[in-house]
C-alpha cells in the first residue's frame, strides 16, 4: 500500500487512533505522506460503543487491506436490526437494506476493530506512538504547528508536522486546548462569567456498555430497546459474549446514583423484550459509563492547520447505526481533500468543509429528529406500530441516515 515515489509529501499527525484516525493515517501514507499516529492508550482497550459495524464499513476495510483481518476476529455477521417499543412491539431493518453488496452487518468489539485498524497502520508503514497524551499545541505565526506529548513514563517530547489532525473521538481533546488558550485571551469577567455557563450546560446523556454472558438473544440479531429516557442495543460479538451499550438521560442516571445494574433492572427491564434477553445476564466486565454533551456537526477547521475528523468532527446518533460509517467517511473525505490540496491548508479546510456538509448535513437533521422520538417512549411506540405497516417507509427511513445506496453505486 506504500507508495514508491521518492520525496515524500508533507508530514501529517494524527491524534486519535480510532476507526477514524487509523484510517485517515493509513490512506494519507499510501499516498505517499509521511504520517505519524498518537494514541494515549495501549492497544487493544475496550470502548464505549454499540460495536454495529453496519455493511457499507466493510467496503471502507478492504480499501484500507483490512477486510479478511476484521471478517478473521471472531465476530458476529447481523443479517437484521430489531427495534423494540416497551410494550414488545417491533419492527424489524434487514442489514441488505444498507447495502446489498455486503453480506450483512458486523458486530465486533471495539477492542478488536481498533487493534486490528492500528496493526494494519503500523505494517504499511505510518510511525505509531502508543501512550502517549497531547498536552498542549505547539504553534508559530498563529498557526499550529505541532504538538507537545507526554509519554507513559512522564518523558515529553514536541511532535512538529505541516497539518495537525484531532480525531480523539467525543472529547476533542485537541478542540478544547485551543479553547483554553483563547481563554487566556479573555478579560477576568468574561471568564467567570463563561465558567457560570459551563456549569449550566451539564451533560444531559450519559452512555453505558458491558460485555454479558447468558443472554437469551438469537445469533444474526442486533436488537434496540426503548424505555424511560433512553434506548439500548444489544447484539453478540466475539467469544459469544454479547455487548449490551445504553444511553440514558442524566437526571435517570443521578436518579439511581450512577449504578447501571440498577438502571437495567428497574429502568431498561420495563422493556418487555429486554427483560426477556436480559434477565439472567451477567457482566464479564465493569460496566463503561461516559457524558454524552451533544449530538450533530462540530467545527471542522478548529485553527489554522488543525482539523477535526471522526466524532470529533460530527457525532451522530448510536441507535442509527452509521456511527463507525461516518468516522471512516469523514477519514476518506478528509484523505482526498488532503490529497488533491497537499500545499495549501486553507484550501483544504475549505474544501473539506464543502465535503462533509454535502455528505452529512442531511443525515444528522434526519436523525436528530428521530433522537427526539427515541426518548419518548410512547412515540417510539407509536412510530414503530406505524413503520412496521410498511416495509418501503422503513427503508427509506434507513437510507436516510446514511448515503443512499443509489449514490453509492454512483460514486
Known sequence: MKSRIQNPKPKIVVVGAGP???????????????????????????????????????AHFRELGVLDEMQAAGGERITETVFYAPDGKSVRVP??????????????????????????AKAVGVEVLEEHSAINLLSEKDKICGVKLRAKDGAVKEVFTDLLIDATGRAGILGKMISRKDAKAQRKDEIINQRLKTKD??????????????VNLG????????????????SFVENNLANHCFLIKADIVREFSGDANKIVKQVIFQNRRAYETLKNAEAVQDWLAVSIDGFGQKILNLAPNL??????????????????????ESA?????TITENALSPEKIAEHYKILCKKKFQKRLRV?????????????????????????????????????????RKMK
Open 332 to 336: 476518506e473525505i478528509l484523505a482526498q
Open 20 to 58: 477514524s484516525g487509523a484510517s485517515l493515517a493509513i490512506r494519507l501514507l499510501r499516498e505517499n505522506f509521511r504520517v505519524v499516529l498518537i494514541e494515549r492508550e495501549k492497544f487493544p482497550r475496550h470502548k464505549l460503543c454499540g460495536e454495529f459495524i453496519s455493511p457499507e464499513c466493510l
Open 201 to 214: 450546560q451539564r451533560p444531559k446523556l450519559v452512555g453505558f456498555k458491558a460485555h454479558l454472558k447468558n
Open 367 to 407: 436523525c436528530s429528529l428521530l433522537r427526539q422520538a427515541a426518548f419518548v417512549p410512547n412515540f417510539a411506540k407509536a412510530a414503530i406500530s406505524a413503520l412496521s405497516l410498511s416495509g418501503k417507509a422503513r427503508e427509506i427511513l434507513v437510507h436516510s441516515t446514511r448515503q443512499t445506496l443509489l449514490a
Open 307 to 328: 482539523l477535526a475528523v471522526g466524532d470529533a468532527a460530527a457525532f451522530i446518533d448510536p441507535f442509527t447505526g452509521s456511527g463507525m460509517l461516518m468516522a471512516m
Open 219 to 234: 445469533k444474526g440479531v442486533c436488537e434496540i430497546y426503548f424505555f424511560r429516557g433512553g434506548y439500548g442495543g444489544l
Open 95 to 120: 442489514s441488505k437494506w444498507f447495502n446489498n453488496n455486503e453480506s450483512g452487518a458486523l458486530s465486533l468489539s471495539r477492542a478488536e476493530m481498533d487493534f486490528r485498524l492500528l496493526e494494519k
